[in-house]
């Protein structure tokens, strides 16, 4: 059977790592690709048997493309750190490798938890990223710092697993406060050739809330299915806010020193 490699992108998330590498030890190959943690990441991937190759975090496109490189074998499977394989999945995964494939990239369908419930609106469920499965080779990623795409190399149509993994996108709210941050300033650099101005971060923010909570049925999903809603309000707005901020350079009026006379 051919032989596979699963890789995890990870920066301090020892609350995380462990659940997420357990799920992938049916895998020939694990590595965690790190970008330098200051938490016992490391020391708790590397404990369960897992290869840790640190790489300097440049946008996640870049990131997938060096977890990539550390791959060894003919097949990789990709997983997140707030996502988990299930023994269906696994399953999957290894009957068809055993066979013939008929394509050399697969999506695979997430299902997302949050709040106490599973997911079923929001644009969340089925959930899908970039492929998750795929031959080494097969494809690369684009390089946006986030939000990163991906190019299809082999030739072939992109096929898609059945079976879904389990994503646990945030522990709390204080979480969704900080994931909304910092992917709000990654994005930034998207907008380097738009015109904004802080009436379109409003539009853009609140189009944003009315697509997930309304048009993808965010409001089946009682008060998380709001969060999400309004947390994609806060990402968007502030994405475009930012950029704004950076065409302004705000600056504080000048002041000399104050003596008494």
């Avoid at 089925?126 to 492929?131: D, G, K, S, T």
């Avoid at 991906?150 to 149509?157: A, D, T, V």
């Avoid at 969060?227 to 707005?237: L, M």
């Amino acid at each position: 059977m051919p032989k596979i490699t699963a890789y995890i992108l990870t920066f301090n998330e020892e609350e995380k790592i462990a659940a997420a590498v357990e799920t992938v030890l049916w895998a020939d190959e694990v590595v965690v690709v790190d970008s330098f943690s200051t938490d016992r990441t490391p020391e708790i991937a590397t404990a369960l048997g897992a290869r840790v190759v640190n790489v300097v975090f440049e946008g996640f496109g870049d990131l997938r493309n060096r977890a990539l490189e550390a791959c060894t074998h003919e097949w990789i499977f990709s997983l997140d750190s707030d996502e988990r394989c299930t023994a269906e999945v696994r399953d999957e995964i290894l009957g068809l490798i055993a066979g013939q494939p008929a394509h050399d990239v697969y999506l695979v369908p997430r299902k997302s938890y949050m709040m106490g419930r599973w997911i079923k609106g929001s644009g969340w469920y089925p959930n899908f990223r970039q492929p998750q499965l795929f031959r080494k080779g097969a494809m690369r990623y684009t390089r946006e710092p986030v939000h990163e795409g991906f190019e299809n190399l082999s030739g072939k149509p992109l096929g898609t697993l059945k079976n879904a993994v389990w994503q646990f996108p945030f522990r709390n709210l204080e979480e969704v406060i900080k994931k909304m941050n910092r992917y709000s300033s990654l994005g930034v650099p998207k907008l380097a050739n738009k015109r904004v101005s802080m009436a379109s971060a409003l539009g853009h923010g609140l189009w944003s809330f009315f697509k997930h909570y309304v048009m993808k049925r965010g409001f089946l999903d009682g008060w998380a299915g709001f969060v999400i809603a309004f947390g994609n309000f806060e990402g968007t707005f502030y994405r475009y806010a930012k950029r704004f901020e950076e065409t302004q350079k705000w600056q504080p009026p000048k002041s000399g020193p104050i003596r008494r006379d």
